[in-house]
């Protein structure tokens, strides 16, 4: 039986899971971050994310000396699994704690596996934040809404995976920032864009800048928190953004430009309340998409293609 909307597209009231939410990000911070000093550095960043799963997040395999491990956030049973290529693991619970404990947890049971990896303790992309070890500030983690949660990222994944499928030129695969803690996909006109101001809280502007090395339209989904967007929304932007980028007409009719964030935004719940939300989604990506290449200049005759379908190859003429 296929998934309902309300399976597939659950409510996720950001102000009723906040403190989650803070925390949440802070735990895959801390992960991330073990990858990050373990693998060697990707363009713009592509190494240290997360995947979704088809129970959660997922680091992928990370090097370690002969060996390999890997991390995983289980939002079913609401564990954490660090697990070896020997065949050695050990499972935390997710359960109300305090960051300081979940860091001091997780880095016992990898000294436990021989694993001996050291990160930065600092959060990233967070302005006013507390070293891993010493934040008992956060503690909240309700099972029912990180559930919710990984249900809409494994929902967008889909749409985003699919979406990803008609472009021919470079694109990102689909993949979690914990920096920003969004799931995001980007795509490349193949040619180089300004210098990156930086300037992001607690981010190297070397990071940033490469990162925006080339032009871009990224698109993906955010759960919400702080500034003018303060619940979960799908987001559009390109760098550099061409010139009248801002006005043009997109889909569906509730989305909008933001002019504080400098991005397209399509309300999760708007989304959600759309006969179809998979197809709602996907209309916004894709006229997000054409008024970033159109208004861009982007050689779209040699970069666009019609989206994949399973089983069939692409023609190629």
Not at 142 to 150: I, L, P
Not at 160 to 187: E, I, N
Request: negative net charge; hydrophobic residues 40%.
């Amino acid at each position: 039986m296929a998934p309902s909307n309300e399976d597939a597209w659950p409510e996720l009231p950001y102000a009723a899971w906040k403190d989650t939410c803070d925390t949440l990000h802070l735990w895959t911070q801390i992960v991330g971050k073990i990858r990050l000093a373990q693998t060697p550095w990707l363009n713009h960043s592509w190494h240290v994310t997360l995947y979704v799963t088809a129970r959660g997040l997922t680091t992928s395999p990370i090097p370690y000396r002969e060996r390999a491990f890997q991390i995983d956030f289980d939002f079913v049973d609401h564990v954490l699994w660090v697990r070896t290529s020997e065949g050695s693991f050990r499972r935390l619970p997710l359960a109300p704690m305090p960051v300081a404990r979940f860091y001091a947890d997780l880095f016992a049971a990898m000294a436990e596996l021989g694993l001996d990896v050291r990160i930065r303790t600092t959060p990233c992309e967070i302005a006013d934040c507390i070293p891993f070890d010493q934040d008992f500030s956060h503690v909240a983690y309700d099972r029912d809404y990180a559930g919710r949660f990984w249900r809409i990222l494994l929902s967008a994944h889909e749409v985003l995976a699919h979406f990803r499928t008609a472009f021919l030129g470079k694109a990102s695969p689909v993949h979690f920032f914990w920096g920003s803690f969004d799931l995001a996909v980007t795509r490349f006109s193949g040619r180089p864009a300004p210098r990156h101001a930086g300037g992001v809280p607690h981010l190297p502007d070397a990071v940033a800048r490469e990162a925006y090395s080339h032009e871009v339209s990224s698109a993906g989904f955010w759960p919400g928190g702080g500034g003018p967007i303060d619940y979960p929304a799908f987001y559009s932007y390109a760098y550099p953004a061409p010139e009248g980028f801002a006005g043009a007409s997109v889909r569906p009719a509730e989305a909008f430009f933001s002019r504080e964030l400098g991005e397209f935004i399509l309300p999760y719940d708007a989304a959600r309340a759309a006969p179809d939300p998979g197809r709602a989604l996907m209309d916004f990506l894709q006229s997000t998409y054409e008024a970033a290449a159109e208004l861009g200049r982007w050689d779209r005759a040699a970069l666009d293609c019609p989206l994949g379908e399973p089983g069939r190859p692409r023609l190629v003429r």
